[in-house]
């Protein structure tokens, strides 16, 4: 049996995402180990994995946490300002790890001996961990939590709602999203930021050069948030939520890989009237847009949810911080800071959510339909999935007001395909999830 280790980003969704293929992996009997940054522990330490921590001079504990208040609009020079810092930080820290400042993490891997490094690809330090694996002589694959892919792959990049079409006029727009896209990132890093860029090609080459890694094996042209390298790469979705054709030779889809035992929030359920189904509504475990947004979009949910006392309406705000500024909630709306949302799913008709890949996965695979208001990143491609295949339908959360999301909710209530759609869905994540496919690629690859 093998030493496995992953290297994760510290956020909810990362770490979800790697939770039952962990599971799966100790209980074949591998020794499993998680790998990061000091504040990735107490994502970690819940759930009973040995947590190894390093670079903790330059990440201490609450390095991540320590950003402006999500109660302060994200357009503020604060929040501009100290994502600038962060940025130039990292940007310090990949030319310390050139100059050689990797003793710690290679102190790790000698200790360990890992056989497979597993790094959840779509967050920015996603390359950071695949080059010191690749300087370190171990294998290493990446493990998709998105479906981030490349541009020549002829899929749009997943921060759009856009859906391919086999004419020329959609690879005309796929092409040109793409462009766009990176044009975008360009205007953000080299002017916004003052050339503070971590996608800069020369500071990557120059790291991967001092790690011994093939400067032209780079693709810089991803919409992940990271450059990637030429490694296997492990899908945590099902092949049928995708778009027909989004093929790549090194991409494998296995299962959803949903957790149905991970340790969830405490929750009143003697609140729920059990003669009355449940619409369940979160929009994700980050805060990344205005407060007033957030305030506005749960004020109109709670105004649709009065006009329908025959449903139970469960609202979880996440870390907006307005749980206690929603003004008069009816009696049957519970509002949470967090829920627990598989259990919810298992018992609700409907959520309303933003449109992340865990949650539309939670969803698929509890054949649930879905109302999406994607706010951005991954939800504008997921959202774009979740309409073609029928799952759900997607609304603005910039232009939402309770008559537009009665009208959403009333359509999804009104039209059973969503409800079939959904179930078949779910069938066929369940199938997909019993036959342990990422469980069974792991094994393979490590032969």
């Known amino acids: ?83 600038r810092e962060r940025m130039r930080w990292v940007n310090k820290f990949i030319q310390a790890l050139i100059k050689g400042e990797d003793k710690e993490f290679v102190d790790s891997i000698r200790r360990l001996q890992p056989r497979l490094i597993i790094i959840v690809a779509t967050h920015y330090d996603s390359f950071i961990w695949a080059l010191l694996s690749y300087k370190a002589g171990i294998r290493c ?113 296995a299962e959803a890989s949903i957790d149905f035992e991970r340790k969830e929030a405490e929750f009143p359920w003697e609140k729920i009237d059990p003669c009355h189904p449940i619409i369940y509504c979160a929009l994700g475990s980050l805060s990344i847009l205005p407060k007033k947004v957030y305030q506005r979009f749960f004020q109109g949910v709670i105004r649709v949810a009065d006009m329908h006392p025959e449903y139970n309406w469960v609202v979880a705000t996440g870390e907006t911080q307005i749980l206690h500024e929603l003004g008069i909630v009816p009696c049957n709306v519970i509002i949470v800071d967090v829920a627990p949302q598989m259990a919810l799913l298992q018992r609700a008709s409907l959520m309303i959510n933003h449109g992340g890949t865990n949650t539309v996965k939670e969803c ?60 078949i869905m779910k069938k066929v994540c369940i199938e997909k999830e019993n036959a342990q496919l990422a469980l069974n690629f792991i094994e393979t690859f490590l032969k």
């Not at 290297?7 to 790998?35: E, M, N, W």
């Open 141 to 253: 694959i990446y493990l998709h939590d998105t479906l981030c892919r490349s541009a020549g792959d002829g899929m749009p990049p997943i921060t759009t709602g856009i859906v391919p079409r086999k004419t020329l006029f959609s690879r005309f727009i796929v092409t040109f999203s793409w462009k766009y896209l990176f044009f975008k990132r360009f205007l953000y890093q080299e002017i916004m930021m003052r050339g503070v860029n971590l996608y800069s090609k020369r500071l990557i080459r120059n790291f991967a050069e001092s790690c011994g890694y093939p400067v032209d094996e780079i693709d810089f042209h991803t919409d992940m948030l990271a450059p990637k390298l030429n490694l296997p790469e492990l899908v945590l979705c099902p092949s049928s939520f995708d778009f027909p054709d989004a093929v790549n030779t090194r991409r494998y889809y």
């Open 1 to 83: 049996m093998a030493v496995i280790g992953f290297c994760i980003h510290p956020i909810t969704g990362s770490v979800h995402a790697t939770l039952k293929l962990a599971k799966q992996l100790r209980t074949a009997g591998h020794q499993i180990y998680y790998l990061g940054v000091p504040d990735c522990e107490e994502y970690i330490d819940r759930y009973g994995f040995d947590f190894i921590s390093v670079f903790g001079e330059w990440f201490p504990r609450g390095w991540l946490k320590n950003d402006p208040s999500p109660t302060v609009s994200k357009s503020t020079l604060k929040t501009f300002f100290w994502v």
């Open 364 to 423: 698929m695979i509890s054949g649930v339909p879905i109302i999406a208001f994607p706010i951005g990143f991954d939800t504008y491609g997921n959202t774009a999935r979740v309409v073609y295949h029928g799952l759900g339908i997607k609304g603005d959360i910039r232009k939402i007001n309770p008559d537009i999301l009665d009208d959403l909710f009333q359509k999804i209530q009104s039209t059973p395909s969503f409800q079939v759609r959904a179930s």
